[in-house]
């Protein structure tokens, strides 16, 4: 399953395409839902590694506006769950990602994105 972690490491790849190919975005998804343990060591851990405002608009764009616009300098219990939600809990199964530079299309089909670009797309 595509979940939002794996989503904000994800970029576009197709030859020539080298600017504003991150992050992907998310088109005609279906989400499910599925609880995972609260680890908020994880959570924190993960924080460095994560682009913010990328995140924040994938959540959007899957239907959760629980996240601040900014990443705030602390995080509380409350906040690192929502990031906890957002970044574990949330499973896309259908749907596309799409490059906003070059618009190629990566579909995701029970909950597997196909990052495999054709020959004539490989740099």
Not at 40 to 62: C, K, S
Not at 86 to 100: K, N, P, R, W
Request: aromatic share 4%.
């Amino acid at each position: 399953m595509v979940r939002l972690i794996t989503h904000n490491l994800l970029a576009c790849h197709v030859k020539g395409c080298t600017t504003n190919n991150f992050p992907l975005v998310f088109q005609d998804v279906q989400v499910e839902l599925q609880e995972s343990e609260f680890n908020p060591d994880f959570v924190r851990n993960m924080l460095p590694r994560l682009e913010w405002t990328a995140l924040v608009n994938a959540a959007q764009q899957v239907g959760d506006t629980s996240l601040p616009p900014e990443q705030p300098d602390m995080m509380d219990d409350d906040l690192l769950q929502k990031l906890h939600h957002v970044l574990m809990e949330i499973h896309v199964t259908d749907g596309a990602m799409v490059c906003q530079n070059c618009k190629h299309v990566y579909p995701i089909s029970n909950g597997i994105p196909n990052m495999l670009l054709a020959e004539h797309e490989i740099g």
